[in-house]
């Protein structure tokens, strides 16, 4: 039994979907720094612009949240014979890391993309 064409290809491109969250996709530093402003912009601000994190962690107390958008998830197509070859072999992976003070105000805030192999 053949599978169609189409449905193959469908799979294929289904294999390239984003994962993560799409707000931080397009965001630049500029952009980044005009809404986390250190003193002043609270979680409830940053939840209301960004949503949920991906992480929250506490490191010697502080919180920390991150969240990640990946643009080049599971790339099925890297696994056809040939055609995988001459896919891209690596992931690019945007991350927002916002440290909060005590009070829940930012203090900092890194943006930044991450190529992994």
């Known amino acids: ?9 469908a799979m294929l491109l289904a294999g390239c979907a984003a994962s993560g969250n799409g707000q931080i996709e397009t ?15 609270t979680k409830a601000d ?27 998830a599971a790339r099925l197509v890297k696994y056809v014979p040939l055609v995988g070859r001459m896919a891209e072999t690596g992931t690019q992976i945007r991350e927002l890391r916002i440290l909060f003070d005590p009070d829940g ?13």
């Open 1 to 9: 039994m053949k599978i169609p064409t189409l449905s193959v290809l």
């Open 105 to 117: 105000r930012v203090r900092k805030f890194r943006l930044q993309d991450i190529r992994v192999q």
């Open 27 to 41: 965001l630049t530093q500029e952009r980044a720094a005009g809404m986390l402003v250190a003193g002043t912009t």
């Open 46 to 72: 940053v939840r209301r612009a960004l949503g949920e994190p991906s992480v929250t962690a506490f490191p010697d107390g502080r919180e920390v949240w991150f969240y990640r958008y990946d643009g080049s």
